[in-house]
């Protein structure tokens, strides 16, 4: 089994910043693609970002040039940047993973995702 912890969150104004932490435990090994999701009240729930074992990355328009993923694999721990924060950025935020395939390393996959953590709440004022 995998579990995953959120970290990080917290309220912010806009224009601010944050970095979000996610650690990894049991299972890990071959864990293929990591990311982050997003869900504000009322809302469905969007994909943000994710990175596949090597690298790779992929971003939501919304969040491209802002944000930025990374991973450190021999901590077992994913990464969420954030930069210039908006209002609109107001969500839970959740940690997934999977060792589904680097072909489905995407928010548009979240059927994929399999493991997921609690989330961490960031709230973006104006």
């Known amino acids: 089994q995998v579990q995953l912890v959120e970290s990080g969150g917290g309220s912010v104004q806009a224009g601010g910043s944050l970095r979000l932490s996610c650690a990894a435990s049991?299972?890990?090994?071959?864990?293929?693609?990591m990311g982050w999701f997003r869900q504000a009240p009322g809302m469905e729930r969007e994909g943000v970002a994710a990175i596949t074992n090597d690298g790779s990355t992929n971003y939501a328009d919304s969040v491209k040039g802002r944000f930025s993923i990374s991973r450190d694999n021999a901590k077992n721990t994913l990464y969420l940047q954030m930069n210039s924060l908006k209002p609109e950025d107001t969500a839970l935020y959740y940690c997934?993973?999977?060792?589904?395939?680097?072909?489905?390393?995407?928010?548009?996959?979240?059927?994929?995702?399999?493991?997921w953590g609690q989330g961490t709440q960031v709230t973006v004022s104006s």
């Open positions: 049991g299972a890990t090994y071959s864990m293929q693609c």
């Open positions: 997934a993973a999977h060792r589904l395939g680097r072909k489905f390393c995407s928010g548009g996959y979240s059927a994929f995702f399999v493991y």
